[in-house]
């Protein structure tokens, strides 16, 4: 099915690993980016790419690197990760942004 | 960040009973989204408005730009239980590098 699929779907990390979310989309969308989404806070965006190999800061960029090699992927890193951390965050994607996103199911991530 | 002002937090209605909900912002959009949220699932587009003024429905459910192009108001009417989730506004305009800025949800709860 055509969409945005996100691995893992559950990831528990100690203080201090690092690890990537991984993000794919076979719309042929420009536009990806990622959100966190906290209790009470909505959703709130890290990074976005309106294409390949251009990337930029969104509200709560700290602690996150992105990247995008190519229209599909848009991988989220963390490189030393922290409790305030722990969220669940989603992907999105959309043909241009100012569009309605396709949204992922979600990776739940809890940093202990 | 913009500033999205969603009510109300939660509802709890019966079966059959319309639905009211609002969001405001400080800044003016030139787009309004509303998404709809299962557990443990993404947000999905519902309804996406352009205009202010302008009224979009998909079938049950009306939505409206505001006048004042800084809020929007999504109708529920004869809700059934599968309308239970959590719904969230989202607001666009330059203003915003022509991100979208997330509200922080509605929790609507039908009683059958």
């Known amino acids: 099915n055509a969409g945005v699929t996100q691995t893992p779907k559950f990831q528990v990390l100690k203080t201090g690993q690092s690890m990537t979310l991984q993000c794919a989309q076979d719309?042929?969308?420009?536009?990806m980016s990622w959100y966190r989404q906290d209790p009470g806070m909505g959703l709130r965006l890290i990074h976005y790419s309106v294409g390949a190999g251009i990337t930029d800061q969104g509200e709560v960029p700290n602690g996150y690197n992105v990247s995008r090699s190519t229209t599909e992927d848009f991988p989220l890193r963390l490189l030393s990760a922290a409790p305030s951390q722990t969220s669940v965050y989603f992907c999105?994607?959309?043909?241009?942004?100012?569009?309605?996103?396709?949204f992922g199911s979600g990776t739940r991530l809890t940093v202990v | 960040g913009q500033q999205l002002n969603q009510s109300p937090q939660s509802m709890f209605i019966q079966e059959g009973e319309d639905v009211s909900m609002n969001c405001t912002s400080s800044s003016i959009f030139n787009t309004w989204l509303w998404y709809k949220q299962d557990p443990g699932e993404g947000p999905v587009l519902l309804i996406a408005?352009?205009?202010?003024?302008e009224l979009t429905s998909n079938g049950r459910l009306t939505a409206q730009f505001g006048i004042t192009r800084k809020d929007s108001f999504l109708n529920i009417s004869a809700s059934i239980p599968s309308d239970v989730g959590i719904y969230f506004c989202?607001?666009?305009?330059?203003?915003?590098?022509?991100?979208?800025?997330f509200g922080t949800g509605t929790s609507l709860t039908v009683i059958p």
């Open positions: 408005l352009y205009k202010a003024g």
């Open positions: 999105a994607s959309s043909y241009v942004a100012g569009l309605g996103y396709t």
């Open positions: 989202a607001g666009q305009s330059s203003n915003t590098g022509n991100q979208f800025y």
């Open positions: 719309m042929n969308h420009e536009y």
